[in-house]
């Protein structure tokens, strides 16, 4: 599979964005430069908090659906966002999945329901925080692949992350986004990799979490080929000082 991770700051892709959980709002640049354009839209639980606070963002963004376990959103928040006539409010209190996970499935519904061409979905995160949660995103991009084919990106305010199946995949790295840093990591088993395009290539090297890891590897080349017999977590870095 082909992708161009990067391209999602640019204007002319289309996307569905999520704007997830999180004790931290995203930067300010960053919400607006995701926001562009994009559609659908999902507020996921105390993502609307944030929001709420900002009077200019309360009145001027809002979201196509707001969804979620609401166990973190203030009361009035949901209540304000309950009178607004095209916001839809999902409470989605199973505890099975995460919040994240519902709102996918939510997101991808709309998109077939309104017959819409989206060539990626977006969740956007600030890093750190509760390393269980952080865990739980990781296994929505495992979970957004029986769900649908639309790529899933996992947006924070320095790196995107995504899923990479088993087979083989090009990633091109030429947007002008592109900061140095790559990273491959398997999660939950061991990986057979063969890479090019990177400092510290692989060639059907094994990837697990008791012999190597390839964090803090580094683009080479503008396009980046790999190869995995099984999932493998691709993460890399962007110039957040460019999003505009």
């Known amino acids: ?20 959980n999180h004790p931290i709002s995203l930067p300010e640049t ?34 196509h659906f707001l969804t979620g376990d ?15 006539k095209n916001v839809s409010v999902i409470e ?34 600030m890093s750190g925080g509760r390393f269980d949660h952080e865990m739980g995103l990781i296994k929505t991009l495992y979970e957004a692949k029986k769900l649908t ?13 995504f899923l990479l199946d088993e087979g083989e995949h090009t990633i091109n790295a030429n947007t002008g986004y592109e900061a140095q840093h790559v990273g491959l990591i398997p999660v939950g088993q061991p990986c ?14 094994t990837l697990s979490f008791d012999d190597i890891v390839s964090s803090s590897n580094r683009l080479s080349h503008e396009i980046v080929h790999v190869k995995c017999n099984r999932p493998l977590l691709f993460t890399m870095e962007y110039k957040n000082d460019m999003i505009n």
């Open 149 to 161: 084919n639309i790529p899933l990106l996992l947006v924070s305010e320095c790196s995107v992350t």
């Open 92 to 125: 989605t209190p199973d505890q099975e999945e995460t919040d994240f996970t519902k709102c996918v499935r939510i997101i991808i519904s709309s998109i077939k329901e309104n017959n819409k061409k989206v060539d990626v979905l977006v969740a956007a995160q």
């Open 192 to 205: 057979q990799v063969t890479t090019t395009g990177l400092q510290w290539n692989l060639e059907n090297g």
């Open 70 to 84: 609401f166990d973190s959103i203030q009361l009035g928040v949901l209540e304000f966002y309950r009178s607004v």
């Open 1 to 20: 599979m082909i992708y161009t991770p990067l391209s999602i700051f640019k204007d002319d892709i289309r996307k569905a964005v999520i704007y997830l």
């Open 30 to 63: 960053l919400f607006k430069r995701l926001w562009k354009d994009a559609y659908p839209v999902a507020f996921v639980d105390g993502f609307a908090n944030h929001i709420y606070r900002n009077i200019n963002y309360r009145n001027n963004y809002f979201p």
